[in-house]
């Protein structure tokens, strides 16, 4: 049976993320979540805007009105050996001035 | 010395190779186009970005799982094995799984079976060895290609991130020193070496395609100035990997990973392929303009008398056909209703027996043996079929969205420009971190209008 | 699942519930099973996008506190039937937990937790160095002096667990309401009487605040001084591979932890003792850092050599709400009526939600005081009943 693949990553055709919408998932982080859309290996590069653009047509808004769901590092998968071979970078507040109240606990 | 060199393993059987082609370049001329199977519904699956982002040419490496042979080049000896190869996979279950797919909605595993709880449970256990792609390297593998380098580059004035049109604008406009990077050996990227390779073979059909001419030049000319500047350091066929707050960037290459910071960061990295929505569109054999460019000038991937359709609108378009042309595979063009009607686009199609049609759809891919054999499309409200090994489907590419959001920049859906962009065109400079080109929803030839004469 | 709301809230309810993480919910669903009506539950931005969403899904019962163990006991048996209890599966798989130690000075309070939860019917036990073996085959011992194991420990997927409560209700009248901020809390005297929101105003007798890291900004409303300090703590997800990790793996010298998920991913994370925390703001910082990122792989190469060759994916953060002594704060408070607070989990509310929503429900509704709601109170900060727990880690 031929399908219309809309995450290849997760196997997710664009019926069935059609279905999970009727099922109440009205939102990208939700909808992501369930049915699995850019949650795989390519994190999103092949699906995230065809499925954003989806969900404001099954929404009826604007394409601008769906957010970006939270992309998160890194950009492209890094091996475990590869990371552990580099030096240990400072702490963030270290590399910028903290824009909060902090209190370090003794 | 040999059109094949090298020799590499394919579950058991020898695949001769060229010497400058990645593994997955190499299977697929050999005939091996299904380089894996889905998660859920086993379908096969290809060489589709070429660039590291997919899972399609997942493979097992030497013992190591997980390995990604678009980026893999080919070595003597290399023995490489599908992850999920077997019965499960056969063409008989293949058909079993996609006809009764439908059968296993999407979330399935959430509803089903949670009652009593005995079932549950045994219901878990039962699906767990199901999931997960690739399996644990054996012990004499645990190390993969180790010892790891790593160098720290410290704190950068302005790194440029992307070496085509925008990018070697950014660099040369820049008024502190520059590390522009590529994933291509040479400034100007995968664009320039698709032009060059057409110049250098076709050069009857570049002159009759004004727009992608004048590119190639500005992109030349460009690429000299870059290479002649003493403050721009240019970093070839180096990706960037990860990027992190606050202006945290960490870079790979064939020597290892690269540390830096960046005092202002200039994302120049184009966009990704954008694949449209339609009945089987994850058939190997269908790719993006992008992921051709990269696989015939980089790859060494060769088309010599293979059947390849381009279908879509714009520059992309006419460069991959030219590309194919010029790297000797048979062209039919495909338009669609964005593309132009520019008499003399078409009169260059014709004069290249290009065969050609317009106002098209694409209604679906079809397959033989796991791989694409034929693409069925709408013309004019007429229905028919293009039979075809490679369909490269050229639409506006979707704006890089990933580093810039990382990095704090604004961005909006926007379906005109491809996907997420800059909000607007101030706050595509936010702070240190500026998007340019089309990692800034510009097309390819609108870029041109940045050059400086 | 909770749609988007596409109206005002209630006017009035007999709960107004704050947080839409796994205790909001919980409790809401535990109060209705015991016939409480009208409630409403109220999240500022999607349900799970506050810590629960974003925590590693660990449940274990090997503490080293009678009370902690207790607790997490009851949430391990609520866990086991949760899934037929809600409807919806949780990816509840029983691993087992190995905690191990490179340092022997703490193999004697090792022996000493085993032996209390022993005493406590968990059946851990205490392991040799070559005894992990058996249990995760391909680690690394040549540091490891000892271990703990448990094979009732074990993980679910926190997502699924919220909307196994969201549905759960929905299908009982709960009202719950997403991308809905409380904007002010309304007290008469020494009462709550309800609280403003983005969505309009509601009148309500109780206020249950669930809001986890926001919860001691949210208390501060009503003038009830939480000693929260909330931290970042980052946590990463791999690619996925057929499954090779049974347990969780636990090291309480370095504070690193990963397991499996279900779906093959390793999802684990590490404590980063040099990171700072939060007393007086509610403008949190969760960006992920290369430095996790870097120490986290150093960790886990150093237990666990296959991974040398696998991915990693995709870091994020969370925020733990941590206590002075990293125990829960429930109950209510002297001096104000109608409100009740369920925070300050440390970094392990997830394990803990089931239980605590169900002693605090009963408590509510029947009015009879528990035992452990109370000693886990906030008054015990005035009385100095502080004893922190010695394994906490993440």
Redesign the interface.
Same mark, same amino acid.
């Given at each position: 049976?031929? =399908?219309?693949? @809309?995450c290849?990553?997760?196997?997710?055709? /664009?019926a $069935?993320?059609r =279905?999970?919408y009727a099922?109440?998932? !009205?939102?990208l $982080?939700?909808l992501k979540?369930?049915? #699995?859309v850019g949650t #795989?290996?390519? !994190?999103g =590069?092949?699906c995230l *805007?065809?499925s %954003? @653009?989806e969900l %404001?047509s099954l929404r009826g808004v604007a394409? #601008?009105d769906?957010p @970006?769901t939270?992309?998160? &590092? &890194? *950009? /492209?998968? /890094?091996?475990? #050996? $590869? /990371?552990?071979? +580099?030096?240990?970078?400072? +702490?963030?507040?270290e590399?910028?001035l903290?824009d909060?109240?902090? $209190? *370090?606990?003794p | 010395m040999p059109e094949t060199p090298i020799t590499i393993q394919f579950e058991g059987k020898a695949v001769p190779c060229r010497i400058d082609a990645t593994v997955a370049a190499a299977l697929w001329e050999h005939g091996l186009r299904v380089l894996s199977h889905s998660p859920k519904y086993g379908r096969p699956r290809g060489l589709l970005c070429a660039r590291g982002h997919c899972m399609n040419c997942l493979m097992r490496v030497d013992g190591v799982p997980n390995v990604r042979t678009c980026h893999l080049p080919v070595a003597d000896g290399l023995r490489i094995e599908r992850q999920d190869s077997g019965a499960f996979y056969a063409p008989p279950m293949q058909k079993l799984l996609n006809t009764t797919g439908h059968l296993l909605p999407v979330g399935f595993y959430y509803k089903w079976f949670t009652r009593p709880a005995a079932v549950s449970n045994c219901f878990m256990k039962g699906i767990r060895p199901m999931t997960g792609v690739g399996r644990l390297p054996e012990r004499e593998n645990w190390n993969g290609d180790s010892p790891f380098e790593s160098r720290d580059f410290g704190r950068l004035g302005t790194v440029v991130i992307g070496a085509g049109v925008a990018g070697m604008t950014a660099a040369l406009e820049a008024d502190d020193d520059v590390l522009l990077v590529d994933d291509h050996p040479d400034p100007g990227g995968q664009r320039r070496a698709a032009l060059d390779r057409i110049a250098l073979n076709t050069p009857d059909v570049l002159a009759g395609l004004t727009d992608l001419d004048r590119l190639h030049r500005d992109l030349g000319s460009l690429a000299s100035r870059v290479e002649d500047h003493d403050g721009i350091r240019f970093l070839p066929n180096t990706t960037l990997v990860g990027a992190w707050q606050p202006d945290m960037l960490l870079l790979r290459n064939e020597a290892g990973l690269i540390q830096l910071r960046a005092r202002r960061v200039v994302w120049a990295a184009g966009a990704f392929d954008a694949m449209p929505l339609f009945e089987d569109n994850d058939l190997p054999g269908l790719i993006g303009p992008r992921a051709l460019y990269r696989l015939l000038t980089r790859d060494g991937l060769t088309v010599r008398g293979l059947k390849t359709v381009v279908w879509g609108h714009g520059a992309d378009l006419w460069a991959s056909a030219s590309l194919l042309h010029a790297s000797g595979a048979q062209v039919t063009l495909a338009l669609d209703d964005r593309a132009s009607s520019d008499g003399a686009l078409l009169e260059t199609a014709h004069r290249f027996g290009w065969a050609l049609q317009t106002n098209t759809d694409i209604v679906a891919a079809s397959g033989r043996d796991g791989s694409l054999d034929h693409l069925e499309l709408t013309s004019n409200g007429a229905r028919h079929e293009i039979p075809c090994e490679l369909a490269v489907l050229c639409v506006h590419g979707k704006p890089t969205y990933d580093v810039p959001y990382q990095l704090g920049v604004d961005l909006v859906l926007d379906p005109e420009r491809g996907g997420f962009v800059p909000r607007r065109a101030d706050t595509a400079a936010t702070g240190s971190v500026s998007v340019v080109g089309e990692a800034a929803g510009m097309g390819p030839l609108d870029v041109l209008s940045e050059v400086s004469p | 699942m909770i749609a988007l709301p596409d109206g005002p809230v209630p006017c009035r309810a007999d709960a107004v519930v704050v947080g839409g993480g796994i205790n909001g919910l919980a409790i809401a669903y535990e109060l209705s099973k015991r016939g409480m009506k009208d409630i409403v539950v109220l999240e500022k931005n999607y349900l799970g996008s506050g810590s629960t969403g974003r925590c590693g899904g660990g449940i274990r019962q090997q503490w080293t506190t009678e009370e902690n163990i207790r607790l997490a006991q009851e949430s391990v048996t609520a866990y086991e039937n949760l899934a037929t209890e809600l409807g919806l599966q949780t990816f509840f798989r029983q691993g087992g937990y190995l905690m191990v130690t490179d340092d022997e000075r703490h193999l004697e309070a090792m022996r000493d937790a085993v032996a209390l939860q022993n005493r406590c019917q968990v059946p851990s036990e205490f392991l040799q160095p070559e005894e992990c073996l058996r249990i995760v085959p391909q680690l690394d011992i040549t540091k490891i002096k000892g271990a703990s194991y448990c094979a009732k420990d074990g993980t679910a997927y926190p997502f699924s667990v919220v909307w196994g409560y969201a549905r759960a209700c929905q299908r009982a009248g709960v009202k719950v309401f997403i991308r809905t901020e409380v904007t002010g809390v309304r007290t008469e005297g020494d009462r709550i009487t309800g609280v403003e929101t983005t969505r309009g105003d509601i009148a309500s007798p109780l206020l249950i605040n669930c809001a986890g890291p926001w919860a001691r900004s949210l208390a501060a409303q009503v003038g009830v001084k939480l000693p929260n300090r909330q931290e970042r703590h980052e946590i990463m997800v791999s690619e996925s591979c057929k499954p090779f990790l049974d347990p969780m793996v636990i090291s309480i010298s370095n504070g690193i932890y990963f397991s499996q998920s279900m779906r093959g991913e390793i999802v684990g994370g590490i404590g980063d003792p040099d990171e700072p925390q939060w007393t007086l703001t509610d403008d949190f910082d969760t960006r992920s850092q290369l430095r996790f990122a870097v120490r986290f792989s150093r960790a886990l190469c150093g237990y666990y050599p296959p991974a040398r060759t696998m991915r990693l994916m995709r870091q994020w953060a969370g925020l733990y709400d941590v206590t002075p002594d990293h125990r829960p704060i429930l109950g209510g408070v002297a001096g104000l009526e109608g409100y009740h607070h369920i925070c300050g989990f440390s970094g392990h509310g997830f394990m803990l939600a089931p239980m605590a929503a169900a002693r605090m429900a009963n408590s509510i509704t029947t009015g009879v005081p528990d035992p452990i709601i109370e000693s886990l109170s906030l008054s015990r900060f005035e009385n100095g009943n502080v004893v922190a727990d010695a394994f906490v880690v993440g």
């Open positions: 049976m031929s =399908k219309c693949i @809309l290849r990553c997760e196997d997710v055709t /664009l $069935e993320f =279905k999970a099922d109440g998932f !009205q939102e $982080e939700s979540r369930f049915t #699995g #795989g290996f390519c !994190q =590069k092949g *805007v065809e %954003a @653009l %404001a394409p #601008g769906i @970006l939270n992309i998160r &590092p &890194p *950009v /492209l998968p /890094l091996t475990f #050996g $590869e /990371l552990a071979s +580099l030096d240990i970078p400072p +702490l963030i507040g590399l910028e903290p909060h109240d902090t $209190e *370090v606990s | - | -």
